[in-house]
């Protein structure tokens, strides 16, 4: 058996791996640190990386496709470097009728990418030399409703016969959602296909949350396990001065109807500031909102709209803040959605050390779980908003015992050594390699 000094890590995702975003820094935050283990990184979309972790990725996009289509001379995909890193479509940036499809989630947009991908010629020599030149131990994704994800992770298991290790954060597989449209379970179905087939194949199937390892143990016949986000918690709580007016700061997307929730706040900070400015909401997040719902979150005396922020300039945000905001929306449909998630967010703030105010129903899971570590100040409906945030401006000492629970709940749950040195043992027994210990 082949002795390798480091452990070959193999990440497939759609999106490119940025530290700004949500699956970039996740990634980020659970692999580095680890000593004996090297990555390369796949994107199947659009999107310039950004991480200096990683230094090998390779690119295919479904504009790609389509010129190779057109014209087989242009490459189908290919490693990015900083010769063609300019080639690459940056983030955010608008693309007329199918930009809008896409941030509107209209269902067609959907049929027609994996349509696009249906053509197959993805599956390009450049892919199998970048596949066959890093000769990963493990293949890494994550367990997501992708019908060309999922495709890939097919052909690259079935391609190199290694591994194929997934991570699932919502319930994409589940018939436990809401909708009307019947296009959206025809889509469903198809989708639950693809999955069952690459959760056949996985060699394990990781979780973000307790519940959902319970739900998808049962559904996929095989022990899922929990994995964190994880941070370095051996310092001591310390304590920190509080601003006036109160400065409360939500950071992170505001899909599945959060920006609803944050509304809600807003108002019940319209009513506890009448008569005096007693504390202030500020949002900072990429997700692209109307007009009319931005109105409402930025009336420049109780709640402020700020926009995107770099991850380093979140980390100064968050350590500003007096109290930092999660949400979830009340909604059915919504609700359901991220029923079995768990907010990565939450990790940030716990390491942040500051009091957090959370809003959402109590069947949600991230809720459920800073009900049951007692990490946060927590509304269970809409009629609570406004009682526990007058209970924060007026009891300061709250304020400062809630940031010491929301600590000692990272410290008690998301201690990063222990998640990768268990991440790594599991690792090192499906791909039947040896290595060497790995943490700092």
């Known amino acids: 058996m082949e002795v390798r000094i480091r452990m070959r890590i193999l990440v497939v995702s759609c999106s490119p791996w940025r530290d700004d975003n949500n699956i970039g820094n996740t990634y980020t935050n659970i692999f580095q640190g680890m000593k004996n283990i090297e990555i390369a990184h796949i994107c199947c979309g659009s999107g310039i990386p950004d991480t200096k972790f990683v230094k090998r990725h390779f690119h295919i996009s479904e504009k790609s496709i389509i010129k190779n289509l057109i014209n087989g001379k242009y490459p189908c995909g290919y490693e990015v470097n900083d010769l063609n890193n300019n080639e690459l479509e940056p983030i955010g940036k608008k693309t007329g009728f199918f930009d809008f499809?896409?941030?509107?989630?209209?269902?067609?947009?959907?049929?027609?990418?994996?349509?696009?991908?249906?053509?197959?010629?993805?599956?390009?020599?450049?892919?199998?030399?970048?596949?066959?030149?890093?000769?990963?131990?493990?293949?890494?994704?994550?367990?997501?409703?992708?019908?060309?994800?999922?495709?890939?992770l097919l052909f690259i298991h079935n391609y190199i016969k290694k591994p194929l290790v997934l991570y699932a954060w919502d319930d994409v597989y589940t018939l436990k959602q809401f909708s009307l449209s019947p296009f959206y379970w025809i889509n469903k179905i198809i989708q639950r296909n693809y999955l069952r087939k690459v959760a056949k194949i996985s060699s394990a199937i990781y979780t973000i949350s307790d519940f959902q390892k319970k739900e998808y143990s049962k559904i996929f016949k095989k022990e899922c396990k929990i994995l964190f986000k994880g941070y370095n918690f051996n310092s001591e709580y310390i304590p920190y001065k509080l601003n006036n007016p109160l400065k409360l700061v939500y950071t992170g997307n505001l899909g599945q109807g959060r920006w609803k929730s944050l509304i809600l706040i807003a108002k019940a900070l319209k009513a506890i500031n009448n008569y005096e400015i007693k504390a202030q909401l500020f949002i900072y997040t990429l997700t692209p909102l109307k007009n009319k719902v931005k109105k409402q979150l930025n009336d420049e005396k109780n709640v402020f709209f700020k926009g995107s922020a770099t991850a380093e300039e979140v980390k100064i945000i968050q350590h500003e803040a007096d109290i930092l905001v999660h949400a979830e929306s009340f909604d059915l449909k919504n609700k359901l959605i991220v029923k079995y998630s768990f907010s990565t967010k939450l990790?940030?703030?716990?390491?942040?050390?500051?009091?957090?105010?959370?809003?959402?129903?109590?069947?949600?899971?991230?809720?459920?779980?800073?009900?049951?570590?007692?990490?946060?100040?927590?509304?269970?409906?809409?009629?609570?908003?406004?009682?526990?945030?007058?209970?924060?401006?007026?009891?300061?000492?709250?304020?400062?015992?809630?940031?010491?629970?929301?600590?000692?709940?990272?410290?008690?749950?998301?201690?990063?050594?222990?998640?990768?040195?268990?991440?790594?043992?599991?690792?090192?027994y499906i791909s039947g390699e040896t290595y060497e210990s790995i943490t700092n």
């Open 347 to 428: 990790v940030d703030y716990f390491k942040s050390a500051k009091c957090i105010f959370a809003v959402g129903s109590e069947d949600v899971t991230s809720i459920k779980y800073l009900i049951k570590y007692d990490a946060a100040i927590v509304a269970k409906n809409k009629h609570e908003i406004i009682e526990k945030l007058n209970n924060i401006v007026s009891n300061y000492n709250l304020i400062y015992e809630y940031g010491r629970k929301s600590w000692n709940c990272g410290m008690k749950n998301h201690d990063i050594y222990k998640i990768q040195d268990n991440l790594f043992r599991d690792l090192k």
């Open 101 to 152: 499809m896409r941030k509107n989630r209209l269902q067609i947009f959907f049929w027609v990418r994996d349509l696009i991908w249906s053509f197959n010629n993805w599956k390009s020599d450049s892919l199998k030399k970048f596949i066959d030149d890093f000769n990963p131990d493990i293949i890494f994704a994550i367990f997501l409703d992708s019908i060309y994800l999922n495709k890939m």
